[in-house]
C-alpha cells in the first residue's frame, strides 16, 4: 500500500468518525449529568432530514444546519420533559424518539418531495463543500508533508473542524469551568449539588440542550456534507455505535476521539476492500467488511473494552428532598 492510498483511507476515516465524534460527544455531556440518552440516533436522523429539507427548499446550507439544530433541541426538550420533569425512564423516552423520528422523516419527505421517503438532490450552496486550506495546493508536492496537509488535513467541510475542535473545547468545559464542574457533580451525586445551592434540573436541561445542538451538527453533516441528501434510515446505527464509543471511551473527551476513530476506521475499510487485499493477499467477503463497525460495539459492550464505570447517578431521576 502506497502512502497516497494510506492517506486517502485515513481521510475516509477522518469523514466517517465525523458523525460520530458529535454524537459522542454529545451523548458525553448528557451522561455526564445523569441522563442517558438512547435518542442520539433518532436526534441524528430528524436532523438529517430537516437540514436536507430545508437547505434545498431555502438553498441556504446553514439555514438547514440551524433547522436541523432546531429539530434535534425539539427532540431533546422532549426527551428532557420526560425523564427530568416527570421523572419516566430515561431508556424508554430514548427508544421512544428514535421511533418517532424514523416514523416521521420519511412519512413527511414522502408527503412533501414524493420520492420515496428522500429529499433530492443537493448541490451548491445547498450543500456544505471542502474547505481548501491556505497553502494546500502550493505544499502538495512536498515530500512526505505535503500530501499529509493537501490530502488529509485540508479538503474537509467546516463541520468536520467544528468537530474535532469540539474535543478540547468538551475537555475544557467539563474540567475548568464551573458550570462543567457541577454538571459532573450532578451526575455522581447531585443531591450534594442541590444542598449548595445549585439546581439539578437546570444543569440536567443544559446538558440535555447541549446535547440536541451536537446532535443536530451530526445530523446536518450526514445529509448536507457527507452525502448529497436525505435517505430512509441514513443513520444507519451511528447513534448507537456513537454509545458504544463513549462507554469504550470511558466518558472522557479525548478518549471519545480515539474511539470514533477507531469505528470511523473500520467503517472505511468497508470502503476500501482493496486496502486489506493489497496489505494481507486475502480476499475478505464484502458482507463481513460491512459488518466490521457493527461488530466492534457487540465485542466493547461485552466488556472486551475494559471495565467502564457510568457515572453513579446515571440513569436515576432526582427527587429533591423535603
Not at 471519545?256 to 476513530?261: D, G, H, M, P, Q
Not at 477507531?262 to 482493496?274: I, K, N, V
Not at 467488511?289 to 453513579?312: E, H, K, N, Q, T
Request: proline content about 4%; aromatic content about 10%.
Amino acid at each position: 500500500m502506497d502512502y497516497l492510498t494510506f492517506l486517502q483511507l485515513l481521510d475516509s476515516t477522518v469523514r466517517l468518525a465525523t458523525p460520530l465524534l458529535l454524537a459522542c460527544l454529545a451523548g458525553l455531556f448528557s451522561e455526564r449529568a445523569g441522563i442517558f440518552d438512547i435518542g442520539l440516533e433518532g436526534k441524528m436522523l430528524a436532523a438529517a432530514f430537516v437540514s436536507a429539507a430545508i437547505a434545498f427548499t431555502s438553498g441556504s446550507v446553514w439555514v438547514g444546519l440551524l433547522a436541523g439544530i432546531g429539530a434535534s433541541l425539539v427532540l431533546s426538550v422532549i426527551h428532557g420533559i420526560a425523564s427530568i420533569t416527570f421523572r419516566g425512564n430515561q431508556l424508554i423516552s430514548g427508544v421512544a424518539i428514535n421511533f418517532l423520528a424514523a416514523g416521521l422523516a420519511v412519512v413527511i419527505a414522502q408527503d412533501v418531495f414524493k420520492q420515496g421517503g428522500r429529499t433530492p438532490a443537493l448541490s451548491g450552496e445547498s450543500r456544505f463543500e471542502g474547505i481548501t486550506l491556505p497553502g494546500a495546493k502550493a505544499l502538495a508536492d512536498v515530500p512526505v508533508f505535503g500530501p499529509l496537509y493537501a490530502e488529509l488535513i485540508s479538503g474537509h467541510s467546516i463541520l468536520v473542524y467544528i468537530a474535532f475542535a469540539a474535543v478540547p473545547f468538551t475537555w475544557w468545559v467539563l474540567s475548568r469551568t464551573r458550570f462543567g464542574l457541577r454538571l459532573r457533580a450532578v451526575g455522581e451525586n447531585p443531591a450534594a449539588v442541590d444542598t449548595a445551592g445549585v439546581s439539578v434540573l437546570r444543569l440536567r436541561y443544559a446538558a440535555v440542550l447541549i446535547c440536541g445542538v451536537l446532535c443536530g451538527i451530526a445530523g446536518a453533516y450526514l445529509s448536507t456534507a457527507l452525502q448529497a441528501g436525505f435517505i430512509k434510515d441514513m443513520s444507519a446505527g451511528r447513534g448507537f455505535i456513537a454509545l458504544a464509543a463513549l462507554i469504550f471511551a470511558k466518558w472522557r473527551p479525548w478518549h471519545a476521539l480515539y474511539a470514533t476513530l477507531l469505528f470511523g476506521f473500520f467503517g472505511a475499510l468497508e470502503t476500501r476492500p482493496d486496502v486489506i487485499q493489497a496489505v494481507s493477499g486475502i480476499q475478505i467477503n464484502s458482507a463481513l467488511l460491512s459488518a466490521l463497525p457493527y461488530i466492534l460495539p457487540v465485542i466493547i459492550l461485552a466488556g472486551f473494552g475494559g471495565r467502564a464505570i457510568p457515572p453513579r447517578a446515571g440513569g436515576e431521576p432526582y427527587v429533591k428532598e423535603r
